[in-house]
C-alpha cells in the first residue's frame, strides 16, 4: 500500500507569513499533485509535477518534486486569507495500476 | 458543462440498509474513482475503474460494491449499511493518473444510524 503522509497535519498562520507543508512516503510515484479543497466541495487541482527534483511556481505558491520522487513540499509566500482551505497531495502509481493516492491533508487557516 | 455529477448529496441510512451512489461524467474520461473522507483525514481509495466494464479495489473495499457499465457513469453500492461508513463520498474521474488532473464530484454526506 502507498502512503503518503502529509506535515504538519494542522496551521495556523497569521496574514503576511511564509509557510512550507510536506508530503512523505516511501513509494515512489509517476506524478505528484497538489489539491485545494473547500469546506463543501470537492478538491480542486492546483498542481502537477512529474519530474525528479521540478519546481513549480503559481504566483506565491511553490511547488518541488523529490529527486527520487517520493516527496514533495508546497512553499506559499506571504499567506492571504485566501489561502485558507485543506491542501491534499496526491500521488500517480508508478507500477501501472492506475490508482490516485491523496495524502492525510493539511489544514491551513490564514487569520487576517 | 456539468462535470462530475454526484446523486444523491445527502442520505440518511438505517444500519442494514442499502443504497447506491451515482457518479456521472461528461467528459469522456477513461478512470473514475470512488473516495471516503473522514473527519480529519485525507481522501482514501475505496474502489476504482480504469474503463467501461472493469473496476478495481483501492485501499478500503470492505463493504462497498462497484459497477461500471457505461463510460460515464460509476455506481458505488452498499449492501448492508454499518455506522463505520458515515463519511463524505467523493467521485472522481481523469484521463490518466500520469499527471493529468482528477475532476471531482461536490460529494455524498453520508450518515448511518
Known amino acids: 500500500t502507498q502512503l503518503l503522509e502529509q506535515s504538519p497535519q494542522f496551521l495556523s498562520i497569521q496574514e503576511g507569513e511564509n509557510l512550507t507543508v510536506y508530503c512523505n512516503s516511501s513509494?515512489?510515484?509517476?506524478?505528484l499533485q497538489w489539491y485545494r479543497q473547500e469546506p463543501g466541495e470537492g478538491p480542486v487541482l492546483l498542481v502537477t509535477?512529474?519530474?525528479?527534483?521540478e519546481v513549480k511556481k503559481l504566483k506565491r505558491l511553490t511547488f518541488q518534486f523529490g529527486d527520487a520522487r517520493k516527496d514533495s513540499s508546497l512553499h506559499i509566500t506571504a499567506a492571504q486569507p485566501g489561502d485558507t482551505g485543506l491542501y491534499l497531495c496526491a500521488g500517480g502509481d508508478a507500477f501501472g495500476n492506475e490508482k490516485l493516492t491523496f495524502g492525510t491533508g493539511t489544514r491551513l487557516t490564514i487569520i487576517p | 458543462n456539468a462535470g462530475v455529477t454526484q446523486t444523491p448529496k445527502f442520505r440518511v441510512l438505517k444500519t442494514g440498509q442499502s443504497m447506491t451512489l451515482l457518479c456521472a461524467q461528461d467528459?469522456?474520461?477513461?478512470?473514475m474513482y470512488w473516495y471516503r473522507q473522514d473527519p480529519g483525514m485525507g481522501l482514501r481509495l475505496i474502489h476504482y475503474?480504469?474503463?467501461?466494464?472493469?473496476?478495481a479495489k483501492g485501499e478500503v473495499p470492505d463493504g462497498y460494491n462497484v459497477s461500471r457499465l457505461k463510460k460515464q457513469n460509476f455506481l458505488l453500492g452498499l449492501e448492508s449499511a454499518a455506522p463505520s461508513q458515515t463519511s463524505v463520498y467523493f467521485c472522481?474521474?481523469?484521463?490518466?493518473?500520469?499527471?493529468?488532473?482528477?475532476?471531482f464530484g461536490q460529494g455524498t454526506r453520508l450518515t448511518v444510524v
Open positions: 472522481a474521474s481523469s484521463y490518466s493518473t500520469t499527471g493529468l488532473e482528477a475532476f
Open positions: 475503474s480504469v474503463g467501461e466494464g472493469t473496476t
Open positions: 509535477v512529474v519530474t525528479g527534483g
Open positions: 513509494s515512489v510515484f509517476s506524478s
Open positions: 467528459m469522456n474520461h477513461e478512470y
